[in-house]
Structure formats: C-alpha cells, structure tokens
C-alpha cells in the first residue's frame, strides 16, 4: 500500500468517525423533514439556529446563484452565520425530501458540548485548508492571466486572517465589463 492510499484512507475513516459523531452527539434534538423546494434557511435571515443535515439534499445558493449541494449527513448547517453573528450570507433549499436535527439556540449548543463545537472547527478547518489549496493551484496554473491577479492578494489575506472581524460578501465589481 502506497502512502498516499494509506492517508486516503485514514482521512476516510476520519470522515466517517466524525459523521457518525455529530450524527450521535445531536440526536436529543428534534429532527424536522422538508419536502422538495422548502426552504431551510433564508439568505440575510437571522442566524443563531444550526442544522445538522440527518439524509437527504440540500442546494445552497447565494442571490439566485447554486454554489454547492450538501448531502453528507452529519453536515453541519448555519454555523458560520451563528460563529460570526452575521444574517444567514445564503439560502438553503431542500433538493429532495430532506431530514435534519435543529438547534434554535446554536449558540448554548456549542458552549454545551465541546466535542460538537470540535467536530465543527475542524470541518471548517478543512473548508477553509481546500479553499486555500485550490486558490494556489489557481495561482500556479493561472497567475499571470487577466482578472485572476487577485489570487495573490486573497491567499495573503487568508493567510493573515486574524484580525477585524470578516465581513461578508465580495470586494469585487459586481458586474465587470469583460
């Protein structure tokens, strides 16, 4: 068995570890179903509720814009919004019949259970490490092209980030004339 093999496999069984964790830790919350097209979670709606997702999939869209479907369970749902104290910065749509433990009060749920609030900051830890990894590779592959100069600047300041708080959204022009 090569290294390689042998990480996959333990960053797997990891996953797995921690989804079957989360999907343990929460099931004395009440579990909510939702049918195809309701909605979970408001884009600029209140934060402090976090979902666990139990089966099924989700969309998430930013504006009318899908950016990612959620459908591992144990997936974690409104923690960025409940950590930053930020309104939800998306709308979450039931893509199939869908079923999820809730938390109202996200915020108690953390400070309770710390082994929750672990498996959470490590989630976000490899988000933020992909999102890192990818913006590099873009880097290297596409550095020198039009419109992607702004590459370097966001792994610097991905790298450095500890200081204000982040606010959502993009620095961008909204509509670019290409």
């Known amino acids: 068995m090569t290294a390689e093999v042998g990480d996959w496999r333990r960053r797997r069984q990891r996953t797995i570890r921690a989804v079957t964790d989360m999907l343990t830790l929460v099931t004395h919350l009440p579990e909510v179903a939702f049918d195809r097209g309701d909605v979970v979670i408001n884009e600029g709606g209140e934060a402090g509720g976090l979902w666990v997702l139990v089966s099924g999939k989700l969309l998430v869209r930013k504006g009318d814009v899908p950016v990612n479907t959620i459908d591992r369970p144990g997936a974690v749902i409104g923690e960025i919004s409940l950590l ?65 100069s702004m ?9 450095q980030r500890q200081g204000a708080p982040a606010r959502s959204g993009s620095a961008r022009d909204p509509d670019p004339e290409y």
């Open 84 to 148: 930053l104290g930020h309104a939800h910065g998306a709308t979450i749509e039931a893509m199939e019949p869908t079923r999820a433990r809730y938390a109202r009060d996200g915020g108690s749920l953390l400070l309770g259970n710390p082994e929750i609030t672990r498996l959470i900051a490590v989630g976000l830890a490899e988000r933020l490490n992909f999102v890192t990894a990818y913006l590099a590779d873009l880097k290297h592959q596409y550095g020198d092209a039009p419109g992607l």
């Open 151 to 159: 590459v370097d600047s966001v792994l610097t300041r991905l790298a």
